[in-house]
Structure formats: C-alpha cells, structure tokens
C-alpha cells in the first residue's frame, strides 16, 4: 500500500479493513454481520442528501462549526521561534471534538430506526459527546467508563447522567478506557440486534475506525480553507497534535496527509517522568505488534502477548494502543511521533493559560509541551500549528492538585 493523493486515508484500506498490515475486522464471529451492515448503512448515508443536509445543519446549530483558527502572538513572543497558530477545536458544543465523531454513529442510529446506542470513554468526553448527540436525536444512550476515569472525571459523569445517559462504572483490569472498550464490545455482543454503537475514537475493528474519521476530517478539512483564506494557500507548516486513540490528531492531520510542505508530530502521554516503563506511547517506545479491540496496531504488550497496564495523567490518552491509521503513517514515516511526560504537559497548561488566556484540558496540554520544546529552534518565519481539542473544565480538580491550588 501507498498514499494515494486526494483519497482520506480513512478509505484507502483494502476489501479487508487493513492500512498495509494494520488494522482488519478482529470480532469474535456474532459480530461480524452487525459490524458489516452498520459498514453497509454508513457506505450509504455517507452519500445520501437527506443524511448529509441533516449531519451539516448538526454541524452548524448544534456543534457550532466552524471552530477558530488564529495565532498565539503571545506564545509566540515568548518562545522566541517560529509563529504558533491554533486550531481551536475546544470550542465545539462540548467542549471538545468528540461530538464530531458521536453525531455520525447517532444519526446513521437514527436513519436506521434504532432507538439506543452504547459507547465507551476514557476522560469523559467521548461519553459527553456520545449523550449530548443521542439526547439531540431521541436516542437512548449507555456509556461505559473504567471505575478510576468515573472517580477522577465525576464532572463529566454528572455531565452524562444529567443528559439522560447511564453510565456503566467497569472495574475488571485497569479500570480504565482499555477496560470500558472491552466491556462495549460484550455488551454489544449481547444486544447487537437492537442496539447502536459508538466507538468513541479511531480505533478497534475498520468500519468504527471509518466512521470517527470521518466525522473528524471535518477539523482539517476546515482548516484547508481558513488556511487559505488567511495566507491565500497551504502554507509551509509542522503540525502538532495529541495522540491516544488518535481521532482528534487524524481529523488535524487528514487533509494534509499529501500535501509534502506540510509536516505532522504526533504527542502521546509519556507518564510520569520517574518511571520509563509507565506510559501510553506505544508509537514512541516502539511497542510490538498485536491485536487489540478487534484491530492489529502497536500495542504496549508483555513479551507474552498480554496487554499491559498504562499510566498517564490525561485519562483521554490513557491506552495502551494506538488507531492503525497511525500506525501505518509511522510506518510510512509520514508522521513524526513523540510523547511527553505528566509533568511536561501540566507545563504546557501552564504556559498557555498564563500567555493567552486559553485553559485547556490535560490531553492537548501535551502537543502544547512539544510546541514549547520545537519552536525555540525553529526560525521566525516558520509556522507551528498547534491543536486544542478540549477545555480545563474536567480537568480542573486535577490540575489544582499539581499546581498546589487550593478550591
């Protein structure tokens, strides 16, 4: 396989759900019909007028699209390097770009005729999206969250249950996002013949990698066009993003995947910076090979195979995975990927809160500390664009404890 130009990357993978060697359809055998009819009706809607005249008045009523694109000319003066910009996605209906990915799976529910819709989360915001699109649309909605996310995000599990969604604590393993994964594919397991899915980033088995991204290449595909608007084409420009899952990073990223002026660093969650082998950068580390939620990708592994525990202050990049998207474009070498420690992205929330006023959620605050690394070396006509995917608001406990804030 090869890049192919104009073509998302999202709908380049061969007739078996595979990017080169990742990806695939990894479901235990009840699940591989539903998984191919959900595949078929999406297929379908993508290309229908009615879906897509409702999915773009969504987008600008409900999401409140577009969401900005500007320079941080403090940011800039105080690094000294190359000219920031931010593509300022936290401003979605909210408070971050999860809503992109959950308004597709609940509107193609909603054409189909089901009336419920399960998901998991992590930092809670993918949960968050998934009740505020289903409570938009008449659906019923089931989340479930790992027991440690439901105790250190309760501002986004009140969030969810005042939409009317039930959220399900799971307390097998790690009691986090890898966790209330698993726990949606059983239950859909169970229920798939009345029951919608919503897999809340771009990872597990091709047709859920497909259709997040294909609700978060809208994030690009937005900035193709402010970028020209504002310097009158695709600039020169490095990329930088979050990566957990990696659905708000790819939806940054998609539309310059073939542009060759434009390069893409990728900042997943070193954990804590006493500890080398805590972390959730599977990419950074050079994670083996292994099938995890129905896909093959790099994930973070024993030397028998068994998926290992990981560690991260970001509860939304907390994942011992990665989407095989990105996989593949580590393997292209297309993308450049890094991670930064608990203690680098409380930093980068630090510097972006006080030089200009933007708070934003631990996730980003890690491509935040990446910025604050490259751009003293880069020269001032260079441009570095950054992503802000998500807000303070659920975070906030959080960072008050490590900052030594007293609420």
């Given at each position: 396989?090869?890049i192919?130009?104009?073509?998302p990357?999202?709908?380049?993978?061969?007739?078996?759900?595979?990017w080169?060697?990742?990806?695939?359809?990894?479901?235990?055998?009840?699940?591989?019909?539903?998984?191919?009819?959900?595949h078929?009706?999406?297929?379908?809607?993508?290309?229908?007028?009615?879906?897509l005249?409702d999915?773009?008045?969504?987008r600008?009523?409900?999401?409140?699209?577009?969401?900005?694109?500007?320079?941080?000319?403090?940011?800039?003066?105080?690094?000294?390097?190359?000219?920031?910009?931010?593509?300022?996605?936290?401003?979605?209906?909210?408070?971050?770009?999860?809503?992109?990915?959950a308004?597709?799976?609940?509107?193609?529910?909603?054409?189909?005729?089901?009336?419920?819709?399960?998901?998991?989360?992590?930092?809670?915001?993918?949960?968050?999206?998934l009740a505020?699109?289903?409570?938009?649309?008449?659906?019923?909605?089931?989340v479930?969250?790992?027991?440690?996310?439901?105790e250190?995000?309760?501002?986004?599990?009140?969030?969810?249950?005042?939409?009317?969604?039930?959220?399900?604590?799971v307390?097998?393993?790690?009691?986090?996002?890898?966790?209330?994964?698993?726990?949606?594919?059983r239950?859909?397991?169970?229920?798939?013949?009345?029951?919608?899915?919503?897999?809340?980033?771009?990872?597990?088995?091709?047709?859920?990698?497909?259709?997040?991204?294909?609700?978060?290449?809208?994030?690009?595909?937005e900035m193709?066009?402010?970028?020209?608007?504002?310097?009158?084409?695709?600039?020169?420009?490095t990329?930088?993003?979050?990566?957990?899952?990696?659905?708000?990073?790819?939806?940054?990223f998609?539309?310059?995947?073939?542009?060759?002026?434009?390069?893409?660093?990728?900042?997943?969650?070193?954990?804590?910076?006493?500890?080398?082998?805590?972390?959730a950068?599977?990419?950074?580390?050079?994670?083996?090979?292994?099938?995890?939620?129905?896909?093959?990708?790099?994930?973070?592994?024993?030397?028998?195979?068994?998926?290992?525990?990981?560690?991260?202050?970001?509860?939304?990049?907390?994942?011992?995975?990665?989407?095989?998207?990105?996989?593949?474009l580590?393997?292209?070498?297309?993308v450049?990927?890094?991670?930064?420690?608990?203690?680098?992205?409380?930093?980068?929330?630090?510097?972006?809160?006080?030089?200009?006023?933007?708070?934003?959620?631990?996730?980003?605050?890690?491509?935040?500390?990446?910025?604050?690394?490259i751009?003293?070396?880069?020269?001032?006509?260079?441009?570095?664009?950054?992503?802000?995917?998500?807000?303070?608001?659920?975070?906030?406990?959080?960072?008050a404890q490590?900052?030594?804030?007293?609420?």
């Amino acid at each position: 396989m090869s890049i192919k130009k104009g073509v998302p990357l999202y709908d380049q993978a061969d007739e078996n759900g595979f990017w080169g060697k990742f990806g695939g359809n990894y479901l235990p055998e009840p699940l591989l019909k539903p998984a191919d009819d959900l595949h078929a009706a999406f297929q379908e809607l993508r290309h229908d007028k009615d879906f897509l005249k409702d999915l773009e008045k969504l987008r600008s009523e409900y999401i409140g699209r577009p969401t900005p694109f500007f320079k941080l000319e403090n940011l800039t003066k105080e690094l000294g390097g190359a000219e920031i910009w931010i593509k300022h996605e936290a401003q979605c209906h909210g408070d971050s770009h999860k809503l992109n990915g959950a308004i597709i799976s609940c509107l193609i529910a909603k054409y189909r005729g089901q009336t419920e819709i399960i998901g998991d989360t992590g930092a809670g915001m993918a949960g968050t999206g998934l009740a505020m699109a289903a409570s938009r649309l008449g659906l019923k909605s089931r989340v479930f969250m790992g027991k440690v996310d439901y105790e250190r995000q309760k501002l986004n599990v009140m969030r969810m249950k005042t939409l009317g969604c039930e959220v399900v604590p799971v307390t097998s393993g790690s009691q986090t996002l890898v966790e209330a994964v698993s726990e949606t594919m059983r239950y859909w397991l169970a229920n798939c013949d009345t029951t919608a899915i919503c897999v809340g980033s771009i990872v597990g088995a091709s047709v859920f990698v497909k259709l997040c991204a294909f609700g978060q290449h809208v994030i690009s595909r937005e900035m193709s066009s402010q970028m020209i608007n504002i310097f009158g084409e695709i600039p020169k420009a490095t990329l930088v993003a979050a990566v957990g899952g990696g659905s708000s990073s790819f939806g940054f990223f998609c539309d310059f995947i073939d542009h060759d002026q434009i390069s893409m660093r990728g900042v997943e969650a070193g954990g804590p910076e006493n500890d080398d082998k805590l972390h959730a950068a599977p990419l950074t580390n050079d994670s083996p090979i292994g099938i995890l939620h129905g896909a093959k990708q790099y994930v973070i592994q024993s030397p028998d195979g068994q998926i290992q525990e990981t560690s991260s202050i970001a509860a939304g990049l907390d994942y011992p995975g990665v989407s095989p998207m990105h996989c593949y474009l580590k393997d292209e070498g297309r993308v450049t990927y890094t991670s930064a420690s608990d203690e680098e992205a409380v930093k980068g929330f630090e510097i972006l809160a006080k030089t200009e006023g933007i708070q934003c959620s631990i996730e980003p605050a890690h491509a935040i500390a990446d910025i604050c690394r490259i751009a003293p070396k880069m020269g001032k006509d260079e441009k570095i664009i950054g992503l802000v995917c998500g807000t303070l608001s659920k975070d906030a406990p959080l960072l008050a404890q490590r900052l030594n804030i007293e609420l």
